[in-house]
């Protein structure tokens, strides 16, 4: 008796880049620090935003992590969406730590 092929993770959670709201603060922080660090000859680069998975069924936040900046946040984006279409829920699960 077959079962099927293996639910995809992506027909359970959905992957959304969700823009991070900074206070004024953290802001000025970071403007601070951009300034400083361009004239040390360092650029640094502020985050993205949030990599959040959700529960296609409920909406539910299975996963949050910091996307980082670019072009590693690109990269992160497409790791996690490569895992979503291509690892079955339980795999998925496992490897990023979500039960």
């Not at 359970?12 to 206070?23: G, T």
């Not at 953290?26 to 640094?44: E, M, N």
């Amino acid at each position: 008796m077959s079962s099927g092929p293996p639910v995809l993770a992506a027909d359970v959670y959905a992957l959304e880049l969700v823009a991070v709201r900074r206070s004024w603060p953290r802001r000025l922080g970071f403007a601070a620090y951009a300034i400083v660090g361009g004239l040390l000859g360092d650029t640094p680069l502020q985050s993205r935003g949030d990599i959040v998975v959700r529960r296609r069924d409920d909406g539910s936040e299975a996963l949050r992590m910091d996307a980082g900046a670019d072009p590693d946040a690109e990269r992160l984006l497409q790791h996690v969406h490569d895992h979503l279409h291509h690892l079955d829920v339980a795999t998925f699960e496992d490897s990023w730590g979500i039960r």
